[in-house]
T-cell receptor, first 112, second 109 residues
């Protein structure tokens, strides 16, 4: 069974642009969570989706948004990029709620 | 004070040594996760605990719910165990994880 995939793996953007990151969960998994990892703040929770519904949202500004499609694939969007948005963005999928999370390889975003 | 505290922040060990990494948390949880992250970023879930003890190969994880404390032990450490080990707790609802800062482990041969 294929693992969690994330595209693109690397991305360079400039301030003010927007970006869309994609996450395909393990087949059959219905929950997708997104995390941001930076050297200064470590790992922080962004969003959690289950069956196309956002269940939880972290303490990030409204520039960060996401959605989940009927096939459980998920996207997150960051608008009006800032230098501080440079980070590794990870998604993780679970079969249901309250279960082991399987992480994707991450998308490394650099904002110049 | 962070909700999840890990110690030590850095740990260097000789191959074969017994290693312990500690995690304390201050909130009510439904489960605690131990994660491993190698250079390059990939994260692997090692354990998910809600009580007691779990063992997988040379790795052992324990949790004491009353004391809000968990430990990850590595027996007979090996250089390939070198990685960042991260403790994360999950609240009572949903899948949101709150992470510790991580412990950087280096095992020398």
């Amino acid at each position: 069974k294929a693992g969690v995939t994330q595209t693109p793996r690397y991305l360079i953007k400039t301030r003010g642009q927007q970006v869309t990151l994609s996450c395909s969960p393990i087949s059959g998994h219905r929950s997708v969570s997104w995390y941001q990892q930076t050297p200064g703040q470590g790992l922080q929770f962004l969003f959690e989706y289950f069956s196309e519904t956002q269940r939880n949202k972290g303490n990030f500004p409204g520039r960060f948004s996401g959605r989940q499609f009927s096939n459980s694939r998920s996207e997150m969007n960051v608008s009006t990029l800032e230098l501080g948005d440079s980070a590794l963005y990870l998604c993780a999928s679970t079969l249901g709620l309250q279960e082991t999370q399987y992480f994707g390889p991450g998308t490394r975003l650099l904002v110049l | 004070k962070n909700e999840v505290e890990q110690s030590p922040q850095n740990l260097t060990a000789q191959e074969g040594e017994f290693i312990t990494i500690n995690c304390s948390y201050s909130v009510g949880i439904s489960a605690l996760h131990w994660l491993q992250q190698h250079p390059g970023g990939g994260i692997v879930s090692l354990f998910m605990l809600s009580s007691g003890k779990k063992k997988h190969g040379r790795l052992i994880a324990t949790i004491n719910i009353q004391e809000k404390h968990s430990s990850l032990h590595i027996t007979a450490s090996h250089p390939r165990d070198s990685a960042v080990y991260i403790c994360a707790v999950r609240g009572e609802y949903g899948n949101k994880l709150v992470f510790g800062a991580g412990t950087i482990l280096r095992v020398k041969s």
